[in-house]
C-alpha cells in the first residue's frame, strides 16, 4: 500500500499512537480538509486506502477518542448554530495557534497537568495565571503561598522571608519541626522547603525571571501544590 497524504496513518499504525499524537494529525486533517465533522471522521466508508476489518474498527475507535481529545482541550468546537449537539465543528482559536506553533502544544498538554485539585490557597491565582500564559507569575504567587503558610504556622514575624524563614521553622527545634521523626528524615523536609524556595521563589522575587518552557512552569506549581499538602499535614500534627 502506498504511502498516504493524509496526516493520519493506515489503521495498523494510527491505533498505536498516542492519543494526543493523533488528535494532532486529526487537526492536521481537518485544517487540510477545511471542515470539521466528527461523523465523517470517524465513518469507516471514508478510509478505505487505511486499513479493513478489526484493524479499521479499532481506528474508527481511536480517531473518535482522539476528536474527543480535542475537543476536551479546546482545540475544536461544536459549531454554535447546532446549539452545540450537532456532528460539525470548527477549529478554535486555541487550535489555530497550536497549528502556527508547535510550542503552543506543549501549553496545551503542561495545563492538563493542572487539571488536578490545585490546593484551595492556589487553585484560582495560579491556575488562571498558568492559563494566561503568565507563567512566572503562576510559579512566583504559588511559592509565595507557600512561604506566607510557612510563615503563618511557625508564628514568624512579616519580615522573616526566603530560605532563612524555611531554616528556622523546620531546623531542629524549630516550630514546624516535627520531634518524632528521624532526624535525617527532618533534615530533608528543611532541605525541601529550603531548596524549592531559593531555586524557584527567591530568584522570581529579586529580578524578572522568564518561564518560557510551560512544562517545568506546570511542574513547580505542582511542588508547590505538594509543599502546601505537607504543611496541611504539619498543622494537623499540631493541632493533635
Do not use: C
Not at 519541626?177 to 522575587?205: H, Q, W
Request: aromatic share 6%; no cysteine; hydrophobic share 40%.
Amino acid at each position: 500500500m502506498k504511502p498516504l497524504a493524509n496526516p493520519i496513518p493506515e489503521a495498523r499504525d494510527a491505533i498505536e499512537l498516542p492519543i494526543d499524537d493523533l488528535a494532532m494529525r486529526v487537526l492536521r486533517h481537518f485544517d487540510n480538509e477545511g471542515r470539521v465533522n466528527r461523523h465523517n471522521l470517524t465513518n469507516k466508508p471514508a478510509w478505505p486506502e487505511h486499513g479493513s476489518g478489526k484493524e479499521l474498527d479499532e481506528m474508527m475507535r481511536a480517531l473518535a477518542e482522539a476528536y474527543d481529545w480535542l475537543e476536551r482541550h479546546g482545540l475544536v468546537a461544536r459549531e454554535a448554530a447546532s446549539g452545540g449537539h450537532g456532528e460539525w465543528g470548527f477549529i478554535t482559536r486555541l487550535g489555530q495557534q497550536v497549528l502556527e506553533d508547535r510550542n503552543a502544544l506543549d501549553a496545551v498538554r503542561a495545563g492538563h497537568r493542572l487539571e488536578v485539585d490545585l490546593h484551595p490557597s492556589i487553585e484560582q491565582t495560579a491556575r488562571r495565571q498558568f492559563l494566561l500564559g503568565e507563567y512566572d507569575l503562576a510559579v512566583f504567587s504559588a511559592l509565595r503561598e507557600v512561604e506566607a503558610r510557612v510563615r503563618q504556622l511557625s508564628g514568624a514575624d512579616k519580615s522573616d522571608i526566603g530560605m532563612k524563614l524555611m531554616a528556622d521553622a523546620f531546623k531542629e527545634g524549630g516550630p514546624l519541626r516535627d520531634p518524632g521523626m528521624d532526624k535525617g528524615e527532618a533534615d530533608a523536609v528543611m532541605a525541601l522547603f529550603r531548596g524549592a524556595i531559593g531555586t524557584f521563589k527567591n530568584p522570581t522575587s529579586h529580578r524578572p525571571v522568564e518561564y518560557n518552557d510551560p512544562t517545568l512552569a506546570s511542574e513547580i506549581v505542582l511542588l508547590a501544590d505538594l509543599l502546601l499538602r505537607v504543611l496541611d499535614q504539619v498543622e494537623a500534627d499540631k493541632a493533635e
